[in-house]
């Protein structure tokens, strides 16, 4: 019997286990952290050996293989230990993909893979077709093996592929590369493009990668590096000989025949980004030989992730928007791009190196005011308080949204974007978007 050793207890690592269990292995669970009680009751109740709080060496070097979540660095002391002594370390995905025969389509990069991922898995549900989304998205992909589908939508992080030796998605999807978790990458942006790119490491002429051609990180990578893909590119701004492209406003797929998809008004999302995310999953439809109308009538009624340019509510004519998932400086400039009135804009958190210049133009024409919500705010005042009337700081959200509805008045926004992760007064971006919108309710 082979022993799997899974570093993490979070929901990949626990989904693995279960899968690793149901396939025969010897299973055994190591967190270095406390596990959630929802997971012990899992683990036990599957009778899988597990510990928390530290990590057993004699009980995880005698691994065959072992499952590295992806939160946990490769400059962890066990996972150092474990590539010296060459016990394979790969990730959940890599695991679980050789217990599915079904097809699947990766989506990645640094914003808009969540939406996309969305758009694309309620596509095909339009289309009748047997597919189940997960990955980093809901559910772990190995904790849906057992459901058999003829499709996985997966949403995929750089951490998740970076552990991938097998794994090949029939289509690909890359939305965007732009820094972004730098600090696992030795703070080297070409560490994390080849991330980013690994989703294509085992693609051959028969798989496909949808990607973004206006791009220039993407492009490059693709003028420098041989690829194997069938390449099939999307744009705003190029009309394309092959591909997906805006004659206009009409989005137009032009692949073995050019098809006419939608108006881009008739979105159910707003914005240039999502205009984007829509392109991509109209792509992947099309390469699966959805009819274009079905494609166009589920764009029109799709519904947006929460916590992504999500209107709570509007109070006194100001609208209160939740873009708590705007975790980096790119996906907080697609929030300030589409914002058609003067916007109160909430910003801050953990400040991963960002580079806030691409910000300047849209805080100079349409930002009203600045509430920095954070430990430490020191770079947004640098950055920002030569632009604005007013900047202030708090390290409470119900004080933030208070402030905000004290400066915006009639017409305008209170936007929650940080462009910095949670992680210093939140549990993560979901509860910092969860108390935003009780706060807003509250008021």
């Known amino acids: 019997?082979?022993?799997?050793?899974?570093?993490?207890?979070?929901?990949?690592?626990?989904?693995?286990?279960?899968?690793?269990?149901?396939?025969?292995?010897?299973?055994?669970?190591?967190?270095?952290?406390?596990?959630?009680?929802?997971?012990?009751?899992?683990?036990?109740?599957?009778?899988?050996?597990?510990?928390?709080g530290k990590h057993t060496t004699s009980k995880i070097l005698n691994a065959d293989v072992v499952m590295k979540s992806p939160g946990i660095s490769e400059q962890v002391p066990i996972v150092k230990a474990l590539l010296e002594t060459g016990i394979s370390v790969i990730s959940e995905i890599e695991f679980a993909v050789q217990f599915t025969s079904a097809d699947i389509i990766g989506i990645t990069g640094s914003n808009g893979k969540t939406t996309t991922t969305m758009m694309t898995n309620h596509i095909l549900n339009q289309a009748k077709f047997d597919v189940v989304m997960g990955g980093n998205i809901g559910d772990s992909f190995a904790g849906l093996i057992h459901k058999d589908p003829d499709y996985f939508v997966l949403e995929l992080s750089s951490f998740q592929l970076d552990g991938i030796i097998n794994f090949r998605p029939h289509i690909a999807v890359l939305t965007n590369i732009t820094p972004d978790h730098l600090d696992?990458?030795?703070?080297?942006?070409?560490?994390?493009?080849?991330?980013?790119?690994?989703?294509?490491?085992?693609?051959?002429?028969?798989?496909?990668?949808?990607?973004d051609a206006d791009d220039e990180v993407i492009s490059t990578y693709l003028h420098t590096h041989p690829i194997q893909s069938t390449l099939v590119p999307f744009s705003l701004t190029k009309t394309l000989a092959q591909g997906t492209y805006l004659n206009e406003k009409e989005i137009i797929i032009k692949l073995i025949k050019e098809e006419n998809i939608m108006p881009t008004t008739n979105?159910?999302?707003?914005?240039?980004?999502?205009?984007?995310?829509?392109?991509?999953?109209?792509?992947?439809?099309?390469?699966?030989?959805?009819?274009?109308?079905?494609?166009?009538?589920?764009?029109?009624?799709?519904?947006?992730?929460?916590?992504?340019?999500?209107?709570?509510?509007?109070?006194?004519?100001?609208?209160?928007?939740?873009?708590?998932?705007?975790?980096?400086?790119?996906?907080?400039?697609?929030?300030?791009?589409?914002?058609?009135?003067?916007?109160?804009?909430?910003?801050?958190?953990?400040?991963?190196?960002?580079?806030?210049?691409?910000?300047?133009?849209?805080?100079?024409?349409?930002?009203?005011?600045?509430?920095?919500?954070?430990?430490?705010?020191?770079?947004?005042?640098?950055?920002?308080?030569?632009?604005?009337?007013?900047?202030?700081?708090?390290?409470?959200?119900?004080?933030?949204?208070?402030?905000?509805?004290?400066?915006?008045?009639?017409?305008?926004?209170?936007?929650?974007?940080?462009?910095?992760?949670?992680?210093?007064?939140?549990?993560?971006?979901?509860?910092?978007?969860?108390?935003?919108?009780?706060?807003?309710?509250?008021?």
């Open 267 to 443: 979105l159910a999302l707003e914005g240039k980004h999502n205009i984007k995310n829509a392109m991509a999953a109209a792509t992947v439809a099309h390469l699966l030989k959805i009819r274009k109308e079905t494609i166009r009538e589920s764009l029109e009624c799709f519904q947006g992730a929460e916590h992504r340019l999500e209107h709570v509510l509007k109070i006194n004519k100001v609208q209160y928007i939740n873009d708590s998932k705007a975790t980096n400086v790119n996906a907080t400039y697609f929030a300030l791009e589409s914002m058609s009135a003067p916007t109160v804009w909430i910003v801050g958190g953990v400040d991963k190196g960002n580079d806030y210049s691409a910000l300047f133009p849209f805080v100079n024409e349409k930002v009203k005011a600045i509430i920095c919500l954070g430990k430490d705010n020191e770079v947004l005042f640098q950055n920002f308080e030569q632009m604005v009337d007013i900047i202030v700081e708090t390290q409470y959200m119900s004080e933030a949204v208070k402030i905000a509805y004290n400066i915006a008045t009639a017409g305008e926004n209170v936007l929650l974007s940080p462009a910095c992760a949670s992680f210093d007064l939140f549990k993560n971006y979901e509860d910092r978007g969860h108390q935003f919108k009780s706060a807003v309710r509250a008021l």
């Open 184 to 211: 696992r990458y030795a703070n080297k942006f070409e560490n994390y493009i080849a991330s980013k790119f690994r989703i294509i490491l085992n693609q051959t002429k028969q798989d496909y990668l949808i990607y």
């Open 1 to 52: 019997m082979k022993r799997l050793v899974v570093l993490g207890g979070g929901e990949s690592g626990v989904g693995t286990a279960l899968l690793g269990k149901e396939k025969g292995f010897d299973v055994f669970v190591s967190d270095f952290g406390a596990l959630k009680k929802v997971y012990k009751d899992v683990l036990k109740h599957n009778e899988i050996e597990w510990e928390e």
